[in-house]
Structure formats: C-alpha cells, structure tokens
C-alpha cells in the first residue's frame, strides 16, 4: 500500500511517470487498487497530456478499444502520433498501420512508408515485414 500510497500523491503533485503507474495500478489491478478503466484512463490522460511517450501510447489504445473511453479512432491516432514522434517503437508501427489503411486518419501511404521505416530502424518485426513485404512488389 505505501508504494500506491506514494504514486497518488506525486500523481496529484503532477508527476507524470507516478500518473502513468497509477493508471497502470487501476488498468491491472495492481498495488491492491481495484480495477477501474474509466480511472485508469484519466491517470494515463494526465501523464500523456504531460508529454509521456508510454502513457499516449497506452492512451491510444484505450481510445481505439474503447476501454474507459468511448471507441474513437481519430483520437487514438492523435494519441498514437504523439507517442510516435517522440520514437515510441509500437506507435510508430501503429501509425504506419493507420496511415496505410486510413483508420482515424486520411489515408495516405508516403506517410505509412516514413512511419514503417522509423519502426524498422529501431528493430520492430512488424515493421521490417512490413517494409520487405512491400519491396517485393506487393
């Protein structure tokens, strides 16, 4: 308890990473909280609206799933570029992927390409399937 204890006064002090692991405490159910989607989006919008490249991406997801939130593509995809252009790996695949397929966002496959690449450099699978998939004409 002391260490949820802790998270939620630096959470409410303004701490971002302590936002981000009391939604994390309220999205798992860890630290003895009980789970709460509509709470542990709130914590996780907190930290994301302070610049938490994690927290947007997490915040993204829960948008697009709907979970604690309505279901809204166009803000996920805000949420998920956000994330993307401070170098969060999956966010910049997931970006690539709503560029290319046009979900929450106009459709437009130069930049799916810059997004897919910026992944693949860091390493992600997807990303260089993606791009090789792609550079054998398909």
């Keep these: ?3 949820l204890c802790l998270h939620r006064v630096a ?3 303004g701490h971002s990473q ?15 909280s009980q789970v709460d989607d509509v709470e542990a989006t709130r914590w ?3 930290a994301a609206e302070q610049g938490h490249r994690d927290a947007q991406f997490v915040l993204g997801r ?3 799933g709907g979970k604690g939130t309505p279901r809204d593509t166009t803000e996920a995809t ?18 690539g992927w709503r560029n290319d397929c046009g979900e929450g966002t106009p459709r ?7 997004w897919f690449r910026a992944a693949a450099e860091q390493g992600h699978n997807g990303a260089l399937i993606e791009l090789e998939y792609r550079d054998e004409g398909h």
Excluded at 18 to 25: K, P
Excluded at 78 to 95: C, I, P, S, T, V
Excluded at 108 to 114: C, E, K, L, Q, W
């Design 44 to 46: 996780f919008r907190a």
């Design 11 to 13: 959470a409410k002090l």
């Design 62 to 64: 829960r948008y697009d």
């Design 108 to 114: 437009d496959t130069t930049d799916a390409m810059r």
């Design 1 to 3: 308890c002391l260490a």
């Design 18 to 32: 302590s936002q981000f692991n009391l939604g994390r405490n309220y999205s798992d159910g860890e630290g003895k």
């Design 78 to 95: 805000r949420w998920f570029r956000a994330a993307a252009e401070q170098g969060h790996l999956d966010a910049q695949f997931e970006l």
